[in-house]
């Protein structure tokens, strides 16, 4: 099984910026596309990004794309999430995941995942 632990998260103003980190462990880390998720309590996890297996195809949602941008390095078994301008609608605790099959598709539902991190809170004041 995946063990992912996110980190990198923090509070910042707001047209401000964090790297976050996910550290996978338990699996030939190369081999799966990792995606990053976003929840605020109460309200339903969203899927935020995704990147490939081979690193060159990644997914951003529209809400955040050109401000995101999902990366991996396989030596290190760890994808992050660059956030750029960030406003105060990004505040979250933030998720990251692994497929569920290796070089498969990364799946965009998180109803699909058993198993999460801890999650790493992002808090942006205005």
Known sequence: Q??????????????GSLRLSCAASGRT???????????????EREF??????R??????VDSVKGRFTISRDNAKNTVYL?????????????YCNQAKKPYSYFDYD???YDYWGQGTQVTVSS
């Open 48 to 53: 935020v990004a995704a990147i490939s297996w």
């Open 110 to 112: 998180p109803k699909g």
């Open 29 to 43: 880390f190369s081999n799966y596309g990792m995606g990053w998720f976003r929840q605020v309590p109460g309200k």
């Open 55 to 60: 690193s060159g195809i990644t997914y951003i």
């Open 2 to 15: 995946v063990q992912l632990v996110e980190s990198g998260g923090g509070l910042v103003q707001a047209g």
């Open 82 to 94: 660059q956030m750029n301008k960030l406003t105060p609608e990004d505040t979250d605790v933030y």
